[in-house]
C-alpha cells in the first residue's frame, strides 16, 4: 500500500487506482466511526503530500528492507551464539516477536494477537515515532503499557 502511495506523491498513479486497491482504508481504520478513503480521498491526498518531492532513498520500502537486514543479521547472531540446540526453540520465538502500532482495538493486528495470546497494545499513536531500530523493549498488555527497556544501537 505504502508504494502504491508513494507512486500517487510522485504522479506514477492516480488517486482513483490507490482508492479501488486499498479505499478501505483510512483514518480511524478499524473504529465504528471511522471513514474510509473511498468515502473522503483528503486524508489519502495528505498522506501523498507528506511523500511529495522526497528524494527515491526516502522510499518507504527501503527503509523496510534496510530494518528487515537489521533484524535478520542480529536473528543469526543470537541464533549463533545459542547453539545447535537451542536455535530450533529460538526460531520459533524469534518468528513472533514482533511489536505493532497500527489500528485500534479492531484492527488486524490485535485480533492476530489475541488469537495467539500475544501482549499487545494499541492506539499508541506516536509508537513507530518513540521506538527506534534495537531498542528492547517491554510490552504489558493488559496496562496498555510499552517501556523502553533499553536504547538500541542503532537509535
Given at each position: ?115 495467539l495470546g500475544l501482549p499487545c497494545v494499541t492506539c499508541t499513536g506516536d509508537g513507530t515515532r518513540r521506538l527506534r531500530a534495537g531498542d528492547v523493549v517491554r510490552v504489558d498488555g ?14
Open positions: 500500500m505504502v508504494s502504491d502511495v508513494w507512486d500517487l506523491a510522485h504522479g506514477r498513479t492516480d488517486v482513483g487506482t490507490v482508492v479501488v486497491r486499498h479505499g478501505f482504508h483510512g483514518p480511524g481504520e478499524g473504529q465504528m466511526d471511522g471513514s474510509v478513503w473511498r468515502e473522503d480521498t483528503a486524508p489519502l491526498l495528505a498522506l501523498a503530500a507528506r511523500f511529495r518531492g522526497r528524494p527515491a532513498e526516502d522510499h518507504p520500502a527501503a527503509g523496510v528492507a534496510r530494518q528487515r537486514r537489521v533484524r535478520l543479521d542480529a536473528e543469526r547472531e543470537l541464533l549463533a551464539a545459542l547453539g545447535r540446540l537451542r536455535a530450533p526453540g529460538a526460531r520459533a520465538v524469534l518468528r513472533i516477536a514482533r511489536a505493532l502500532d497500527l489500528g485500534g482495538r479492531m484492527s488486524h493486528g490485535a485480533i492476530v494477537a489475541r488469537e493488559d496496562a496498555g503499557r510499552v517501556e523502553i527497556v533499553e536504547r538500541g544501537a542503532m537509535g
